[in-house]
C-alpha cells in the first residue's frame, strides 16, 4: 500500500510568488494535516483538516491557506512568498478524528522542500 | 502556547556507548510520540506513550512516559551507526486532537 504522497518533492520560488503544494493522504484515512520544518528545528502544525473541515490551525499568517478535498487529498497553499517560508513543508495522515480527546496516529509523507529566493 | 523542550540538541558518541534524549514540558500531553527522521524524508513513528509511568521497549530503545505525562525519554543501548539521525519528540494536548506539538529534535550521530 503507498504511504502518503506529497507533490512537488522540491519546488523554487521568488519573493512574492504564490505555491501550492499537493498531498494525498494513505488509502482510506480522511485527517491531513500540514506541518512547516524549518532546517534545524522541528515541525510546527499549520492546519488540520478532517472531512473537507478545517479542525484546527496554529501560529501562522493568513498567506497560507488550505482546503481537503472529496477523496481527503489536499493542497496547501501559500501567498505572498517571504523568505521566511523557506521549509520542508510536511503532510500527515491519519485514519479519523474521532474525538477531541483522542490521538489517532499520524504518518508523515517524505515532505515538499520549497525554498524561496 | 505548549512547548516541548527537547534535549541535547547534539549528541557525538561512539559505537557501543549508551545515551538517553530528554523531552520536557509544563504542560500535559494525552500521549507522546518519538519519530526518527532521515534526511530528505519525512518522520516515521517509533513509538506512541499515552499512561503516565508508561514504559516501552523496541529492541535497544526504550520510552518512558513521565508519571505526570509533561515529559518522556528515550534511552538507547549499544548504539550503532545505523541509530543516527533526528530524533523528534511530539506531543498531543489534551482535547486537541492530533494536532501534534513537536521538540526542536535531537541529532545524533554514531561513529564506528
Known amino acids: 500500500d503507498a504511504g502518503v504522497t506529497q507533490s512537488p518533492t522540491h519546488l523554487i520560488k521568488t519573493r512574492g510568488q504564490h505555491v501550492t503544494l499537493r498531498c494525498s493522504p494513505i488509502?482510506?484515512?480522511?485527517?491531513v494535516s500540514w506541518y512547516q520544518q524549518v532546517l534545524g528545528q522541528g515541525p510546527q502544525f499549520i492546519f488540520q483538516?478532517?472531512?473537507?473541515?478545517?479542525?484546527g490551525r496554529g501560529n501562522f499568517p493568513d498567506r497560507f491557506s488550505a482546503r481537503q478535498f472529496p477523496n481527503y487529498s489536499s493542497e496547501l497553499n501559500v501567498n505572498a512568498l517571504l523568505l521566511g517560508d523557506s521549509a520542508l513543508y510536511l503532510c500527515?495522515?491519519?485514519?479519523?478524528?474521532?474525538?477531541?480527546?483522542?490521538?489517532?496516529?499520524?504518518?508523515f509523507g517524505p515532505g515538499t522542500r520549497l525554498l524561496v529566493l | 502556547t505548549q512547548l516541548l523542550e527537547q534535549s541535547p540538541q547534539f549528541l557525538s558518541i561512539q559505537e557501543g556507548e549508551n545515551l538517553t534524549v530528554y523531552c520536557n514540558s509544563s504542560s500535559v500531553f494525552s500521549s507522546l510520540q518519538w519519530y526518527r527522521q532521515e534526511p530528505g524524508e519525512g518522520p516515521v513513528l517509533l513509538v506512541t506513550v499515552v499512561t503516565g509511568g508508561e514504559v516501552k521497549k523496541l529492541k535497544r530503545l526504550t520510552f518512558q512516559f513521565g508519571d505526570a505525562r509533561k515529559d518522556s525519554s528515550l534511552h538507547i543501548t549499544a548504539a550503532q551507526p545505523g541509530d543516527t539521525g533526528l530524533y523528534l519528540c511530539?506531543?498531543?494536548?489534551?482535547?486537541?486532537?492530533?494536532?501534534?506539538?513537536f521538540g526542536g529534535g535531537t541529532r545524533l550521530m554514531v561513529k564506528p
Open positions: 511530539a506531543g498531543a494536548a489534551v482535547n486537541a486532537g492530533n494536532m501534534l506539538t
Open positions: 483538516y478532517y472531512e473537507k473541515e478545517e479542525r
Open positions: 500527515a495522515s491519519s485514519l479519523v478524528v474521532v474525538a477531541r480527546s483522542y490521538q489517532e496516529t499520524q504518518y
Open positions: 488509502s482510506g484515512h480522511k485527517s
